[in-house]
């Protein structure tokens, strides 16, 4: 049995509908730990570090990777595309991270292949009016195949002449399929062994079994982080269905998607916007109207890391965030970008929504409920002064502080982490 008292797993869980910062959370938080994983998603993660003067935008790596000698891992619930990933550590390489050796991919995890790519493309192009605002990077594509049981593994790559047939069929599988969409695209199945060959002896030498990594490191007395993508509201099953991702986001993904039993976990931090953003298709019921979706757009850089899609914003969204903490189990939060009010007179936390002569205090999984919900808006005084260069909690404005603490009382959660800037430093732990 490990001791409880020296080692912890923490699972670090995006709590609003994705982008809310998680990047910055891990980075601050590897500094104290031996091994950070990755358990769901595809190379849209898209978490932006900030290191002194340098910005580093990650897609697949965990941004553990920017701290010497920490063991980076993707897990078995990853769509792991390898190209995008050899560019990504070639990259982090070639700017002086000793990258190389210290990232061990899942054998289990299925490989997003280039074709994953056309059809994602071709299948949203075929939607018209109902696009769901996917990437277009294959993920969905990914994951349906592997949920199909006609997915590539890491793994399937040892028996090359089994693999190589395996891509043959995925090849005509899909052409199959784009003629259906109407696509012009086509897939070369030749061409397709080929590319994948190109890479198979490198892929294989990162192949490892995540699972007994992590349960062997916390044995040892190690920490271990766990990271995911996107958020919260956009988990396959607790989502805005159907505007989501493909897999499991919230915590319960975690255990499941690097291969240790939910027993070994915790803690589970929920990493939270002192406001709202989410990007793509879908409802987002505290949407600021223009031109304050603008201004506070402009004032918190709010665009995609991955696609540079503008984001939508809105005012802190209680309910989503109380949701969030009942279906992750959540033990602490960390607010970020609390900076980014700095200026703004008065803010506003919907607290309920009103739908169809309702009151809700919950999170609707009816889309036609929420999509109707009109938030119900507590107001609060802004504070109007820098929080940059705040440290420890004293430092915040007064209404800074009433502010995040009636975050926490919407939410029944604590608040453990304040970032109030890009930097590392720029980062306050609350928690005792």
């Not at 969905?140 to 040892?158: F, S």
């Not at 600021?288 to 503008?310: D, H, I």
Request: proline share 4%; charged share 25%.
């Amino acid at each position: 049995m490990r001791d409880r008292e020296r080692s912890q797993c923490v699972v670090i869980v995006g709590s609003q509908w994705g982008d809310e910062g998680k990047g910055k959370i891990v980075d601050v938080l590897a500094e104290d730990v031996d091994v950070v994983a990755r358990y769901q998603g595809g190379s849209n993660a898209g978490h932006t570090v900030h290191v002194g003067e340098e910005e580093f935008i990650l897609h697949q790596i965990p941004s553990g990777i920017l701290h010497p000698r920490r063991r980076c891992l993707l897990g078995n619930g990853v769509v792991f595309d390898p190209f995008q990933f050899f560019q990504e550590l070639d990259a982090l390489t070639a700017r002086g991270i000793d990258a190389e050796g210290r990232v061990g991919v899942s054998g289990r995890a299925h490989l997003l292949l280039s074709y994953h790519k056309v059809l994602d493309r071709a299948a949203e192009a075929r939607r018209g009016a109902g696009k769901i605002g996917t990437t277009g990077r294959g993920i969905g594509p990914a994951y349906e195949d592997k949920v199909a049981r006609q997915g590539i593994r890491l793994a399937d790559l040892r028996d090359w002449p089994r693999a190589q047939d395996a891509l043959r069929r995925a090849a005509e599988r899909v052409n199959e399929r784009l003629q259906l969409l109407k696509s012009d695209e086509t897939v070369d199945a030749e061409a397709l062994i080929a590319e994948v060959g190109s890479i198979r002896e490198r892929l294989l030498a990162i192949s490892v079994d995540t699972g007994r990594v992590i349960h062997d490191a916390l044995r040892d007395g190690h920490k271990v982080l766990l990271e995911g993508a996107q958020g919260t509201i956009l988990d396959v099953d607790h989502g805005t269905y159907p505007y989501v991702t493909s897999s499991n986001t919230t915590a319960g993904g975690a255990a499941l998607g690097v291969g240790i039993g939910p027993t070994l976990i915790d803690d589970v931090v929920g990493v939270v916007k002192a406001y709202t953003t989410r990007v793509g298709e879908g409802p987002l019921p505290t949407e600021f109207p223009s031109p304050m979706q603008e201004q506070v757009r402009e004032l918190g850089g709010e665009y995609g890391a991955t696609t540079g899609r503008p984001r939508r914003c809105g005012w802190f969204d209680a309910v989503v965030v109380r949701y969030a903490a009942r279906v992750n189990g959540l033990t602490g939060l960390a607010v970020t970008k609390l900076d980014v009010l700095d200026t703004l007179p008065e803010l506003k936390i919907a607290t309920s929504y009103r739908a169809e002569g309702q009151e809700l205090d919950d999170f609707p999984g009816d889309l036609g409920l929420l999509e109707a919900a009109e938030p119900v808006y507590e107001t609060l005084p802004g504070w109007q002064t820098s929080t940059a260069g705040a440290r420890k909690w004293d430092d915040l404005p007064r209404n800074a502080q009433a502010y995040l603490r009636r975050l926490s009382e919407l939410t029944d959660t604590p608040i453990w982490y304040v970032s109030v800037g890009t930097r590392r430093d720029q980062i306050i732990h609350v928690r005792p």
